[in-house]
T-cell receptor, first 114, second 115 residues
């Protein structure tokens, strides 16, 4: 158990809909990362937040957004969903925001868009 | 920008045999290197990481990896595998400049242990 929690575990929705994925980092960790794992693209970094502020953006679509709240939990919002958004979405957390920090991954949320 | 190539998508090996999972990276700057393991229906777990110093890094579950700067490689090895090592293994890099850009992962290698 990494200490990172993600809800829900599974999500099934239809094209055009909007969903919110939630992540609670390990106790004391200030940095949260979101990754997408799909069969064709592999594991891709989406976005990072540190202590409530956006720090880095990866291959995140404009239809996707995220935020980190004062209690440090984070939410990833996916809108106007398409079939190709079906994937496993991971959240990871680390204590700081430097490359030496280990990122601890949650169990993931599996999103299925029908 | 960095990239990671895992040369084998699948590696079958017999139980108690040695294994090597290959990883090569490309980067215009120095990087830190990681190996993560993903067991079925689970998240990723860190096996080991190379930041600096000794090029041979030991990790959990008997795994080790060797950083080779001239060959830009970071191959993962285990002298004797067990059925429980069946999993997907990911090599990843990150720039020392910070967490910016997150980890860049390879496509993964599926290690299949045959009894």
């Amino acid at each position: 158990d990494s200490g990172v929690t993600q809800t829900p575990k599974h999500l099934i929705t239809a094209t055009g809909q909007r969903v919110t994925l939630r992540c609670s980092p390990r106790s004391g960790d200030l940095s949260v990362y979101w990754y997408q794992q799909s069969l064709d693209q592999g594991l891709q970094f989406l976005i990072q937040y540190y202590n409530g502020e956006e720090r880095a953006k990866g291959n995140i679509l404009e239809r996707f957004s995220a935020q980190q709240f004062p209690d440090l939990h984070s939410e990833l919002n996916l809108s106007s969903l398409e079939l190709g958004d079906s994937a496993l979405y991971f959240c990871a957390s680390s204590s700081e925001t430097i490359g030496t920090d280990t990122q601890y991954f949650g169990p993931g949320t599996r999103l299925t868009v029908l | 920008a960095q990239s990671v190539t895992q040369l084998d998508s699948q590696v079958p090996v017999f139980e108690e045999a040695p294994v090597e999972l290959r990883c090569n990276y490309s980067s215009s700057v120095s990087v830190y290197l990681f190996w993560y393991v993903q067991y079925p229906n689970q998240g990723l777990q860190l096996l080991l990481k190379y930041l600096s110093g000794s090029t041979l890094v030991k990790g959990i579950n008997g795994f080790e990896a060797e950083f080779n700067k001239s060959q830009t490689s970071f191959h993962l090895r285990k002298p004797s595998v067990h059925i429980s090592d069946t999993a997907e293994y990911f090599c990843a890099v990150i720039s020392p400049e910070g967490g910016a850009d997150g980890l860049t992962f390879g496509k993964g290698t599926h290690l299949i242990i045959q009894p």
